[in-house]
């Protein structure tokens, strides 16, 4: 939850209707003149873990700053978007308005030359067999958005409430409420008791099995359903569905190992370790216990660059607030894939076209061939060369013709 944002990141419901993957990336964070886990105060995202949020971080309605949801969008078109914006990229072609502007001629009944109506079936049967193409092509884009967003997760819910979120009534409103989110939400869709969390000393590692799916504790969702705040729980083999700060894994010491062959090409594993802090929350009883504030900087494209800090909430009344430094090392980005690992827990803190690989993914391009773009160039030399060979014409056949003596005099009987 931003304390200070300068831009809203929810998006009107027309936008999404006519959105077609293009993401704008966010300022670089090597741009940032924060240092160590510092970030600047008017740019960092605040993510508040089991903690009230501020009023000055609540908007006039006393709602939280909204995160973008995480379902994410590649494909160009959508069903309203497809026809006008797929006639607009065809004739973004040299060739197609060429060819309109010919067919444009042939209805003028002084120029002519045939049936009007053959050129326009010849130029709307070349439109529609590329739209088809690229409808056809573009469902496949939408077909891959749609598994990934209906991947499942695994949240901390059954009662426990991410304050980060928005108040379910106002996702559940409206026409799009389809595209929201109901995990981690008031009352836990799930239904089920409240997380127990009497016990507050170090757990041992035989809490381990409360990390398993099937556990009460947790709740099935789906990507598409993750919200900024939200506790995710991964085992070994599975894909990491947001970019988390990373708070606990099966090992000892917080480690895990993760593969990120999807956003670099390296298939090498990496090493990425929890804060010393909170490498003892190994129970959902425990993380629905810990309390703490992220500071984190704002989303970026830099792959290997984050800085951040955690803000620890004392357990008892007279103990010490700590402060944890957060680095790249403690980030899982989204399109990874946890490995040799059992298990590993993380709070979300960038979903959907925020996450690190989204905004690296830039817009879906549209495919220009070599023999397309130099048919460009010639259809427009010929068309410019027609033109002044057709005004050079009626220049000269005006000033000719304009005699009182022209050659058709000869003609005249």
Known sequence: MATARSRN???????RIFTSGKRKPAASSSTSTSTGADADAGDKRSVYVNLAIPSTSLDNHGHPTPYPANQIRTAKYTLVSFVPKNIFEQFRRAANIYF????????????????????????????????????????????????ANRAPAVVLGRGWINVNKLPAHMFRAGLFSFLLSDSGAEGSIGGGGS????????????SAPDMAVDSDAWLQTEWRHLHVGDIVLLHDGESVPADLVLLATSEDDGSCFIETKNLDG????KSKVSPPATAHLTSPQHLAAFQCTIDAE??????????????????????????????????????SVVRNTQWAVGVTVFTGDETKIMMNAGETPSKRSRIERM?????????????????????LGGIYFGRADSFQAVFIV
Request: hydrophobic share 40%; with cysteine.
């Open 9 to 15: 990141h929810s998006t009107p419901w027309i936008r």
């Open 100 to 147: 309109l502007f010919l067919l444009i001629l042939q209805f003028i009944p002084a120029v002519t030359t045939g049936m009007p109506g053959l050129s326009a079936l010849a130029l709307f049967t070349i439109v529609l067999l590329t739209m088809l193409k690229d409808g056809y092509e573009d469902s496949k884009r939408s077909a891959s958005d749609k598994e």
């Open 195 to 206: 997380i127990s969390a009497s016990s507050h000393g170090a757990p041992s590692k035989d």
């Open 266 to 269: 390296e298939t090498n594993l």
């Open 298 to 335: 704002p989303p970026s494209t830099q792959l290997y660059s984050f800085k951040g800090s955690m803000l620890i909430h004392a357990e008892g009344p007279s103990a010490p607030n700590s402060k944890e430094p957060l680095s790249v090392d403690n980030l899982l980005l989204r399109g």
């Open 375 to 395: 048919m460009n160039y010639q259809v427009l030399s010929q068309f410019c060369l027609l033109f002044l060979l057709c005004l050079l014409s009626a220049i």
